[in-house]
């Protein structure tokens, strides 16, 4: 499309970075002491887009996704992250996926607002967790089942790090009292659908009381992410099982690629503050937890490290989200701009109608008349010319190929002589009537008369599907039209299947009556198969074979014939070669006459079908007061209105997801400059 929808990709754009500096033992400052101030308006505009939920338009954002069997301390990790208090208690806490946005801001007083349903509901840390459980309750319904409706909690806090994550039910295999028997497999598909992007970072949370390689948190990200590269672990209740726990980080038996960060915590009524002095106390004095890297322990660690991987992944990310969003808004309005316009008179119905019938009729005439194809290049069945002539060529194979009964080499003019012994008469000898060369071409056309009726219903077949597909396809929004268009289609091509029917079986039944032709080859080739006659005669007379010895002659034209038999008839034998060389010689001339006039017949048929009868067809079909008239074909169908409705809700979203990339940009060549 043009440069409306088209976002231009800022070739200044580079990677947002995090200072993450050494972490020091002033524990009384903010999770994250610097950070780069360009990722709050980047993150403040990927909000907007999942707001305007742009997934559903099949473009992901960046997204930290939380995930942990029940129990393993994932609702306490967002706790020390958010230093807020989340619902708690028996069971399932989380019942639908919390996104959870965190922003550092110097305020007096924290700023805490819950947004679901299209509503935003101000709250504060005290009463955060009790409007958290009334919010899950509206989404989810009361009681302990869960809900994919997803619930938003926007935390503005001083010294939180400035992240976005969704929190997700812990993995439960037993529904306790009041869950559903499919509990388990509720929640793995909320889970999957959030993991399974390849735009999602994985957040395990693992607890080290258990081996990481049983819990099913690992089994599910390692379905989705093999090799670790999107999966962080953070290990909690790391006091409760410090044994071997170093050995179990270090070994890295189930793929974590981003590695692992080991934190403490906040226990009981302890303050965050407390906690996190006490998390720094810990992994600084236990005999077995101090020997773990300081780069991989404390929530401010986690902070720090999940900050750069937010960082990092929408650097890497962000250019792909515009090209899609661009791509995707030409595409659906390009698509829109190809559906009918909505018809609000009879005058724009008949319009389009007339436009519909002309369209079809020329695409037609393209592949039934001029054999040009561009509009079906790969479609053969639709090559209608090519197929027409290689049905014609397989009819004159059918006919030409055909072999009566009693023409084998063993009964060699023995049709011909029992005509003649039938048709004796007192007269001269030797003097052939012509009622046995009718009554032999009588045969002939008789044995064949099924052939032209069998290729005449292919043909009409065939053309019907052409021109129902063409029609169809020129009038597929329209459901009405296009089941009037069959009904019309069906009566003309069965009209027309008629007449050529009655045309071909009076053009045998021409044949069968009389022998004519003016076409100088009939005695031509009929001379020249009369120059074996006084040969092949004395050979017959002075055969001796007889029926278990045969004797056989070879005939110019006919190869080796058995004439054993023809010496019981020696007074036919030369009138019924002569009979023989005629009907051969005249059989050319009406076969050919027959596939000519057949070929001849359907072309100017097909020439009317395409320029005169279907159109007319149609036309009488439409003021039909039975089909409802032309408005009521030309409705909408319901499919077409909900596609059009769905195409510009997309591009209203895509439009609205353009301004705030826009925006996105604007900001980060600011910056730039």
Not at 34 to 61: C, H, M, V, W
Not at 577 to 593: A, H
Request: hydrophobic share 40%; glycine share 4%; proline share 4%.
């Amino acid at each position: 499309m043009g440069d409306e929808n088209h976002i231009p990709h800022n070739n200044d754009y580079k990677t947002i970075s995090v200072e993450a500096g050494a972490h020091d033992a002033n524990f009384h400052a903010p999770l994250v002491s610097s950070y780069n101030d360009r990722i709050r308006p980047i993150l403040d505009a990927f909000e907007d887009l999942r707001r305007l939920n742009i997934t559903k338009q099949g473009i992901q954002l960046p997204t930290i996704v939380v995930v942990g069997d029940q129990s393993s301390g994932k609702s306490s990790v967002l706790e020390s992250l958010a230093e807020i208090t989340l619902p708690r208690g028996q069971g399932i806490c989380t019942r639908v996926p919390l996104i959870m946005r965190l922003q550092h801001h110097p305020l007096p007083k924290p700023e805490l607002v819950l947004e679901y349903n299209g509503k935003s509901v101000s709250t504060d840390e005290s009463r955060v967790s009790d409007a958290i459980r009334i919010a899950t309750d509206v989404l989810a319904g009361e009681g302990k089942g869960i809900s994919n409706s997803p619930l938003t909690l926007l935390v503005k806090k001083n010294g939180v790090p400035d992240l976005t994550m969704v929190d997700l039910p812990g993995i439960t295999r037993v529904p306790v009292h009041g869950q559903p028997e499919n509990i388990y497999d509720q929640i793995v598909n909320i889970i999957m659908e959030y993991i399974r992007p390849e735009e999602s970072i994985i957040l395990n949370v693992l607890s080290a009381t258990v081996d990481f390689s049983t819990c099913e948190s690992i089994r599910m990200s390692q379905s989705v992410d093999k090799k670790g590269v999107r999966t962080l672990a953070v290990v909690t209740k790391v006091d409760k099982a410090p044994e071997g726990l170093l050995e179990k980080v270090m070994a890295d038996d189930v793929n974590i690629g981003l590695g692992y960060v080991c934190v403490r915590n906040r226990i009981g009524n302890e303050s965050y503050e407390e906690a996190r002095m006490a998390e720094e106390t810990l992994f600084r004095t236990h005999p077995l937890l101090s020997n773990i890297d300081k780069s991989i322990v404390g929530v401010p660690v986690l902070a720090q490290k999940l900050v750069q991987i937010q960082a990092n992944s929408i650097s890497k990310l962000f250019p792909e989200i515009v090209k899609k969003i661009n791509d995707k808004l030409s595409s659906h309005v390009s698509e829109l701009e190809k559906l009918p316009k909505s018809l609000t008179s009879v005058a724009a119905a008949m319009s389009a109608f007339m436009h519909i019938i002309g369209s079809a009729k020329e695409s037609l005439r393209k592949i039934l008349l001029r054999g040009e194809f561009d509009e079906y290049p790969d479609d053969k069945h639709m090559h209608c010319t090519a197929r027409l002539v290689q049905m014609l060529d397989q009819y004159s194979n059918d006919l030409h190929n055909y072999q009566e009964s009693d023409s084998t080499k063993k009964n060699f003019l023995m049709e011909e002589i029992k005509v003649l012994e039938e048709a004796k008469w007192i007269g001269l000898p030797n003097f052939v009537p012509r009622s046995t060369f009718l009554t032999l071409l009588q045969n002939r056309v008789k044995a064949i008369s099924r052939i032209p009726v069998e290729f005449i219903e292919r043909v009409w077949d065939y053309l019907q599907e052409v021109v129902v597909t063409v029609l169809v396809n020129h009038s597929e929004h329209y459901h009405q039209l296009q089941v009037a268009v069959r009904r019309s289609v069906q009566n003309v091509i069965s009209n027309m299947k008629d007449k050529s029917m009655k045309h071909v079986m009076e053009v045998v039944e021409m044949e069968k009556i009389t022998d004519y032709t003016c076409n100088p080859e009939y005695v031509r080739d009929y001379k020249k198969l009369m120059a074996n006659e006084i040969e092949f005669t004395e050979d017959v007379l002075h055969c001796k074979g007889n029926t278990k010895n045969p004797c056989w002659v070879n005939l110019e034209g006919f190869g080796e014939v058995e004439v054993s038999h023809l010496r019981q008839y020696p007074c036919l034998i030369s009138q019924a070669f002569d009979l023989r060389m005629r009907l051969i010689s005249y059989w050319k001339i009406v076969l050919r006459r027959i596939i000519d006039s057949t070929a001849l017949h359907l072309q100017f048929n097909i020439n009317s079908l395409v320029n005169k009868d279907l159109g007319e067809k149609i036309v009488n079909e439409m003021v039909n007061p039975y089909a409802g008239g032309i408005e009521r074909l030309l409705e909408e169908s319901p499919s077409i209105a909900s596609k059009r409705d769905r195409l510009k809700k997309s591009v209203e979203v895509l439009r609205e997801s353009k301004d705030v990339v826009a925006r996105i940009m604007d900001r980060i060549s600011a910056d730039a400059d």
